[in-house]
């Protein structure tokens, strides 16, 4: 958080000088030129954080104290709850490093983006080709199903399409950082509670990835709260989608109850991002309705259809953050309710995105009914 926080105030000061802006116009909402790419202190806290750690154990490996009891890093004593995990902290972090590196991929990609927009074709293609190197190397939903080409096609779709959702979500001051701090928190949340089936304990590991990225998502919203003063760019959309998918796929949902596997409790990222995912899919449905791409930038988010019933923006932002995480309490009850508690969380999401569908659906009719002429001249 304090890494992302001294980032950002850097970036803010350093932007302007090197053209690293986004100015109004068109489409865009703000007012003023506005420093961007604050995406790159959400990724510098975030690789700084696990390159020192990558670097405490390696001088605890050097040292041979990396199965020690009571290691020590110059002189000063590593924290008990920490010794227990060294050794599968060094097992892992090949592993880590992959993300971090394939992180920093679509962040470059997105930094790009930022300075000059590049052709919807080519970021498909390379945000596509991340993840299939990915799915290959290993990570998958798990689904429960044996064919490997099924579970690869959905792990590719899923990847690809948060990293999307995240970018499209990025509209207004705070809303895809925030957001993305409230689903990383919440999927943390259920790690935590959901232990490992073989072990029996808590996914320390991918939790404290998640909780890493929350603080450094919490540090950069102190810029980028309303009214902003440092915008995300697509550079930092594309990342935080990235990694909060890739998290996704790293950590087990599934909990054992008397030896069976509780495969609903898997739906529990489909809860935390539900609204991501809403906003995607009803945003790609409008544009392909009005015969424009799906890539192509308009006013047609959640966000922008919520001011249109009335509400100022930062009303709108503070009513998504709510869907988030209203939609994200479900998740933490999934591993341990049963097969008929599982319907009754997923109706209770499914039932919140359909009363904002109503809402919109309404709002947009008196909107119509408004503007057409009442045919009765006075």
């Known amino acids: 958080m304090v890494l992302a926080y001294l980032g950002g105030w850097l970036i803010r000061r350093v932007a302007p000088r090197l053209g690293w802006v986004d100015r109004p116009g068109g489409r865009k909402i703000h007012s003023r ?8 202190a959400v990724w510098a806290a975030v690789v700084g954080v696990f390159a020192l750690g990558q670097a405490g154990l390696a001088l605890l490996k050097a040292t041979g104290q990396l199965h020690s009891p009571n290691p020590t890093i110059a002189g000063l004593p590593v924290p008990q709850f920490a010794v227990p995990h060294l050794a599968g902290l060094w097992t892992q972090s090949g592993k880590l490093w992959t993300l971090l590196g394939a992180g920093t991929v679509l962040m470059l990609l997105g930094w790009l983006d930022d300075r000059r927009p590049l052709d919807w074709r080519l970021r498909l293609a390379v945000e596509t080709l991340v ?100 915008f995300l760019g697509d550079a930092g959309s594309y990342l935080v989608g990235f990694w909060i998918a890739m998290a996704t796929l790293s950590a087990t949902f599934v909990v054992l109850e008397d030896g069976q596997p509780k495969r609903h409790a898997i739906l529990a990222p489909l809860c ?11 945003v790609v449905a409008i544009r392909l309705r009005a015969g424009r791409s799906p890539f192509e930038g308009d006013r047609s988010h959640l966000s922008h259809r919520l001011v249109e019933l009335g509400m100022s923006r930062p009303q709108a932002v503070g009513v998504i953050y ?39 659906s309404a709002g947009r009719k008196r909107r119509m009914e408004t503007d057409e002429p009442s045919g009765n001249p006075r």
Do not use: K
């Open 272 to 282: 935390v991002l539900a609204v991501p995912i809403y906003d995607m899919i009803t």
């Open 131 to 230: 993840a299939v190197v990915l799915v290959a190397l290993g990570w998958r939903l798990s689904l429960f199903i044996e064919n490997p080409w099924i579970t690869g096609l959905a792990s590719l779709l899923w990847i690809v399409g948060l990293v999307n959702a995240f970018n499209m979500l990025d509209n207004m001051d705070g809303l895809s950082a925030g957001v993305a701090a409230i689903a990383s928190a919440m999927l943390a949340a259920v790690l935590l509670m959901t232990p490992n089936p073989q072990s029996q304990e808590p996914q320390f590991f991918v939790a404290g990835f998640l909780l890493v990225l929350t603080g450094a998502l919490g540090g950069f919203l102190w810029h980028n709260r309303p009214p902003a003063r440092l």
């Open 322 to 360: 709510l869907l988030t995480a209203t939609c994200g309490l479900g998740s933490l009850l999934l591993h341990q309710v049963n097969l008929t508690g599982a319907c009754v969380v997923l109706l209770l999401v499914v039932c919140v995105l359909v009363v904002i569908g109503i809402l919109e």
């Open 33 to 40: 030129p506005m420093p961007t790419s604050g995406g790159l």
